[in-house]
DNA sequence: GTCTTTTATACCTTTATGGGTATAATCGAT
DNA sequence: ATCGATTATACCCATAAAGGTATAAAAGAC
């Protein structure tokens, strides 16, 4: 069905810090101005996502998309 | 007409090491499997982009998309 | 300077994201 | 165990991204 990777750096990094927050994807949702929808999307880890509304997300974090270098883990598991 | 940010972490990241690859737009448009207009428009700091495409390119140059703290720069411009 | 290559901008079409809503399923507290 | 809140999945729609093509501008070789 969903053949998505929940175990990826962003969808791990907004949960976890979400949580953190003791907040509700609602409230993040409410809180960042994107969809609820997105925030759910995001933190499944669905594969097509738009940077800015990542960004946007991330930004209330105090974070944000930018290019780093394969961890040997993320390697692995492309098989690089 | 355009006021996109050709400053940005990943534009800035994909031109030079493209350039360093001595490498053409059309080139790296080629080996990526993302077409010669998406390179354009990622190297030009279009705003909106799907991750998974960035992805498709940085992964060339053996990098991803992830999760950073805010420089003191960006959040300078940011007014954060 | 000219000519060629590369890069930039503009228009059009197809496709899929994001958002909304509704419904299940899961988790928590009691 | 029940009941409520939170999270997950499924549907539809409007919008915009990605791609292609064509043209213009810029950069390089000569």
Redesign the interface.
């Known amino acids: 069905m969903k053949n998505w990777n929940r175990n990826n ?2 969808s791990e ?2 949960r976890s810090r979400r949580k953190e927050s003791k907040m509700t994807q609602f409230e993040l949702s409410d809180l960042t101005g994107v969809g609820l929808r997105f925030v759910r999307d995001l933190e499944q880890g669905k ?6 509304k ?1 960004n946007q997300v ?2 209330f ?10 961890s040997d883990e ?1 390697r692995r598991s ?1 098989g ?1």
Do not use: C, Y
């Open positions: 750096a962003t990094f907004v594969p097509n996502l738009m940077t800015d990542v991330l930004l974090f105090g974070h944000q998309l930018t290019p780093t270098p394969l993320t492309l690089k």
